[in-house]
């Protein structure tokens, strides 16, 4: 403990060094920022907070206990010529949370450094990034790459902000990135875990028009782990997947029957655990409101191409209020969502039947028991829960040592966000999903599935104290047969520091 907060002390004094605004004519600081914060949390069910309090928080609340926490960032641009606005620019970014409850712990969440030259950026660290047509904020998060565990470390490149083509006036825009990382590496099964992500994401469209298309996909990969379920013909006792370059070209192309591998499952498939989403959106601009309707596609194998699966995935609507005048309540922003993950191209797998490539069996993989997790917290969509946060449901519900037993779900969701009196911004998060497990477990679970209805609502002002501090406060329930019934709270007071 006491290790952690003298750590915890230097980042702050590192962090207070690092936003001092830097004097000369050879480097201007651009959108240097920190803060600090203290929070308080705790709930009716010690050992389950309620879902809204911990989930999407990229990883830094704990999902039980009654306690507190510090947390602090620092966020920076320097450019190394105050006379070029694009020209080369320094970035850099750190974040420390310290929670304390019974089991105290301590993160970061975020410390990376990079450059950026126009709109291209280069960095190394960890970052906070999703991927997908999706909101982020109101919403239940990103199918692939949502914000509900903490970021991997990784070397990325890319373009993060819709850029123009060149020669189309504005009329097309695009959005890519490409990484290489790796993954925690006291994960309970796999070890040594490599990642590779890409994305690609176009927008067409007048720039001063009031249409907008948007479409593209996110790949992710792990692979290159040591697996006690690998198994190299030549080599029994090595447990260490293909790690070479040949492996890595397979794995960038997903190619089927890779030659890289001596393992039989890897030679019938593909090198790794692949999966990600095609995503299609529109956005309608009018007077009154921006509108945005999209669509995720979700794939781990050839279910999509097939039209197997095509009932899977994330469809939204986010509206956002052009016209907000201070009224007594108003509401600015609303997001509706619907996920549904049940089909998975079906219940029977057949490799010779190009008709019966189903149970995807979703953020799960033979290879890759611990699944599509980063410190046992899921990286995509929410809904697919960890198998150790459903434990109490029995000893019929656990599924062998995989990554989750509950990726066959539909969920419902409506995030509101509003003011009162031009003082106070409010948002609510309110979700009903039905969760039936696995198909493998289908004879555990309830045929109508599990219902469960998780809720938040949130308060925030900022006052002058302090030169400006912003006080807020959550509630928050879990009330159904999947989670036990809980309610429970958070108070924090957040300032912010600007140069």
């Known amino acids: 403990m006491n290790k952690r907060f003298c750590l915890f002390a230097i980042l702050c004094c590192i962090i207070s060094t690092l936003s001092k605004a ?13 803060y600090i914060e203290i929070i308080g949390f705790g709930a009716s069910d010690q050992d389950h907070l309620p879902f809204w309090l911990h989930t999407n928080q990229w990883g830094t609340m704990p999902k039980a206990g009654n306690g507190g926490g510090f947390r602090l960032g620092w966020a920076g641009t320097y450019s190394f010529n105050n006379q070029k606005k694009n020209g080369l620019r320094f970035i850099g970014g750190v974040e420390a949370v310290e929670n304390i409850t019974k089991e105290a712990q301590f993160l970061l969440p975020e410390a990376y450094a990079g450059l950026r030259l126009g709109a291209f950026e280069l960095f190394a660290g960890r970052k906070k990034q999703v991927a997908g047509l999706a909101d982020s904020t109101l919403g239940t998060g990103q199918y692939a790459v949502s914000p509900n565990a903490m970021p991997h470390f990784r070397i990325q490149f890319g373009v993060f902000e819709y850029t123009n083509v060149p020669f189309t006036n504005g009329w097309l825009q695009f959005l890519a990135s490409y990484s290489d990382g790796i993954m925690d590496r006291n994960r309970p099964v796999v ?101 945005l309707v999209y669509r995720q596609s979700v794939y781990e194998d050839g279910s999509l191409i097939r039209l197997t699966n095509i009932a899977d995935g994330l469809n939204g609507i986010r509206i956002r209020n052009n016209n907000i005048y201070g009224s007594a309540i108003e509401i600015h922003e609303a997001v509706l969502e619907f996920l549904y993950t049940k089909s998975q191209g079906g219940p029977d797998f057949d490799m010779t039947d190009p008709k019966k ?40 519900y656990v599924y062998g040592d995989s990554f989750t037993n509950n990726n066959r779900v539909w969920a ?75 309610y429970g709270g958070m108070l924090s007071l957040k300032k912010h520091l600007y140069f």
């Not at 397979?250 to 019938?268: A, M, V, W």
């Not at 090198?271 to 409101?289: F, P, Q, R, V, W």
């Not at 406060?473 to 809980?486: E, H, R």
């Open 22 to 34: 830097q004097d000369g004519t050879t480097a201007t600081t651009r959108n240097d920022s920190a």
């Open 191 to 291: 070890t040594d875990l490599k990642l590779h992500q890409k994305q690609l994401y176009l927008r067409l469209g007048n720039p001063e028009g009031w249409l907008r298309l948007y479409g593209g996909f996110n790949h992710q990969a792990q692979w290159g782990g040591k697996s006690p379920y690998y198994y190299d013909m030549d080599n029994p006792d090595s447990k260490q997947m293909p790690v070479s370059f040949e492996t890595y070209l397979e794995t960038i192309f997903g190619i089927r029957g890779p030659h890289s591998s001596k393992d039989q499952h890897d030679s019938t498939n593909r090198i790794g655990n692949h999966l990600g989403s095609i995503d299609l959106g529109m956005e309608i601009k009018t007077y009154g409101a921006n509108i």
């Open 357 to 396: 490539l189903g149970r995807d069996n979703y953020f799960n993989n033979y290879q890759v028991r611990d699944g599509w997790s980063y410190m046992m917290r899921t990286i995509g969509t929410p809904f697919i829960t960890p198998g150790v946060d459903t434990r109490h449901l029995g000893q019929s």
């Open 412 to 486: 419902l969701h409506l995030g509101l966000k509003g003011g009162i009196a031009n003082k106070l911004i409010w948002t609510t998060k309110l979700s009903y999903s039905r969760n039936f497990g696995v198909y493998d477990l289908e004879n555990s679970w309830p045929k109508e599935g599990l219902g469960q209805f998780s809720g938040l609502i949130s308060l925030s002002r900022r006052t002058s104290w302090l030169g400006g501090l912003t006080i807020a406060g959550n509630l928050a329930m879990d009330y159904g047969d999947f989670y036990p019934v809980s």
